[in-house]
């Protein structure tokens, strides 16, 4: 704690003399000369008659133009105050400073929506998630407010992070986490999210001569008697504020740009999404983290709405996960891929629309704007980061694609369990190949001491085999493949017959995610799932019709999907006996495979590729 204070006067020092030396005010060279500061229990008296007003007055962000007056003017009345003061334009707030210099804030810049909007549903996920995401294998979603009635974006998609190899280095406890200390272990977060207050200020103090903008960032450390003995200068000195929540009169510490500077690193080519009023008003918060690491960084440039900036948390992990479930109606209705990488996450912001409304995710009802701001040589591109994997059963290889770095780091097969070393055959910053290892079933990226998330090896687990069907008069024996969906995942499969080693045809079909069972018996001509403009390409240069030619027809089989490969009719009416079925069977499958491939995600084409025999 002494250290700490002995740190921020030697830093104090610093700045006092560049002020002198620059005529930042004062005389050349002179110290910052700080009032004695008050006891503690002069602090928490002024708080206290903070609180009460709010409590009494009935002051809000709907009545704050007509209740203004009246607030300010008991809040002098008080006597605890050295200045009150109010910004009665768009920021909405009122502001005291105690005689040590330490400054009050009640920020009237977001109305509690309280509830969700109809449009954004997020039940019924589980296992949903795609199985990767384009982050550090840790990452933070912060939620700051300290009253339960503002919605809470990072709540709603926090228990679908994990799964994709998302993990959170701040838990938090109910709806206070974000605190200072929460703030200042972020060095290696690849992804930061915030939902909270934000402030704009033009505050007077020794290191803000002229009345500068300093814009703050609210977390949800409240005040002490400790805090104000260990953070007294930053207190003093306005590089840190307390706010009150003017719902309910819960105090916050809020830090300022200069504090977020010195004190809060983040990941290299890290993404900062602050969710918060004002803190993309200017580059001065965003220069702060590009400093300290980020790539990234976006911010709106006024008062928020709450429920807006909810929608637009969701739409934002909505569109860079791939789930496009949060808020369906604002997506089109073909299946999700994913992911999405950040700038496409935000240049979708800006040109979808809001479902039912006239203006778009990077937007509010007022007008805010959500400003997205890039270090210069470095924007946000978290490295290493698995954007898709390509497992060959047929070569035993597996293919990673995304960000990598351009020297060769270790690939690990089962990272949570046994920890494979997966023989590296070729590495570049965009592709990574590898030998297939047995029994591994997922796998990460290690470079430089950073981890990528995880990638599942999906390994098809095929069941073939022939089966007889009854039909009366004329039965069938007929020659499948059964595939899991849970392997495939959901959206579009490519299907392509091998002969004799040769890929022959090429088709692509779609299935959904969920629907019933087909007996196998009812496995007949019209209940396949068919390409689209029932066309195939064919490899030898020809186009054919679907479905003859003897294609490979697949069935939506509930759980799974049925590939059948051929069949051959018998009976009393064909004169043929199960003997001859079994032999044109065999005769017809003989040399033929086929290969499934679904494609992760786009605009790459890379795939997960399954081989049966």
């Not at 804030?105 to 549903?121: E, M």
Request: hydrophobic content about 40%; charged content about 15%.
């Amino acid at each position: 704690m002494a250290l700490r204070n002995a740190w921020l006067f030697t830093v104090l020092g610093l700045l006092s003399l560049a002020c002198g030396l620059w005529g930042c005010g004062g005389n050349s060279g002179e110290d910052v000369q700080l009032p004695p500061p008050l006891p503690y229990e002069v602090q928490e008296a002024a708080m206290q008659a903070v609180r009460d007003e709010l409590s009494s007055s009935g002051i809000s962000v709907e009545n704050f133009t007509d209740k203004v007056d009246a607030f300010v003017a008991a809040m002098r009345a008080t006597g605890k105050f050295s200045e009150v003061g109010f910004e009665s334009a768009e920021s909405q707030l009122v502001w005291m400073t105690l005689s040590d210099g330490v400054q009050f804030v009640i920020p009237f810049d977001r109305n509690a929506a309280g509830s969700a909007p109809p449009a954004a549903g997020f039940e019924n996920l589980s296992g949903r998630v795609a199985s990767g995401f384009p982050g550090a294998s840790k990452s933070a979603l912060l939620y700051t407010f300290v009253d339960s009635r503002y919605l809470n974006a990072t709540g709603a998609v926090r228990p679908y992070l994990s799964e994709p190899g998302y993990t959170q280095i701040t838990e938090g406890s109910g709806f206070l986490d974000g605190s200072l200390d929460d703030f200042e272990k972020l060095q290696d977060v690849g992804l930061l999210y915030i939902d909270g207050h934000g402030v704009e200020l033009y505050p007077t103090t020794p290191l803000n001569p002229g009345r500068k903008q300093w814009l703050y960032l609210a977390t949800s450390t409240e005040p002490s008697a400790e805090l104000k003995e260990t953070y007294q200068v930053d207190l003093q000195t306005k590089r840190l504020i307390i706010g009150f929540e003017p719902k309910n009169g819960n105090t916050m510490i809020l830090m300022s740009h200069l504090y977020v500077r010195d004190h809060v690193k983040v990941g290299n080519k890290s993404l900062v999404f602050i969710n918060t009023c004002y803190n993309g008003r200017s580059n001065l918060m965003a220069d702060a983290f590009i400093a300290n690491g980020a790539g990234t960084v976006l911010g709106w440039s006024r008062r928020v709405q709450d429920d807006d900036a909810y929608g637009s948390g969701l739409f934002f992990f909505d569109r860079l996960i791939g789930l496009r479930q949060l808020i369906p109606n604002a997506h089109s209705p073909t299946s999700p891929s994913w992911p999405s990488l950040i700038s496409e996450t935000v240049s979708a912001m800006q040109v979808t629309k809001r479902p039912g409304l006239n203006y778009e995710f990077d937007t509010d009802k007022f007008g805010a704007k959500l400003r997205v701001f890039s270090a210069s040589n470095s924007p946000a591109m978290i490295r290493p980061s698995i954007h898709a994997l390509a497992y060959d059963s047929e070569q035993a290889t597996i293919t990673l694609f995304g960000k990598f770095g351009p020297n060769p780091g270790v690939v690990l097969g089962n990272p949570e369990t046994t920890g494979v070393n997966m023989p590296i055959k070729f590495w570049s910053d965009n592709e990574i190949r590898v030998d297939y290892v047995s029994g591994v079933t997922e796998v990460l990226v290690e470079n430089s001491s950073f981890k990528s998330n995880r990638a599942t090896v999906q390994t098809g687990e095929f069941t073939v085999g022939e089966e007889v069907i009854p039909a009366g008069t004329q039965q069938a024996l007929v020659s499948f493949i059964d595939i899991p969906k849970s392997a495939l995942a959901r959206g579009v499969l490519s299907v392509t017959l091998i002969v004799n080693g040769v890929d022959k045809w090429n088709y692509v079909i779609g299935f959904p995610v969920a629907s019933q069972a087909i007996p196998l018996a009812n496995t007949n001509f019209s209940r396949y799932l068919a390409p689209s403009a029932n066309i195939v390409t064919s490899l030898d240069g020809g186009i054919y019709n679907f479905p003859s030619m003897g294609y490979p027809l697949v069935y939506d089989n509930g759980d799974r999907l049925t590939v059948v490969m051929f069949r051959s009719g018998f009976g009393s009416i064909s004169g043929w006996t199960l003997a001859d079925a079994q032999n044109a069977v065999r005769v017809g499958t003989a040399g033929r495979k086929v290969r499934f491939t679904k494609s992760l995600f786009e605009p790459l084409n890379t795939s997960s590729t399954f081989v049966a025999p």
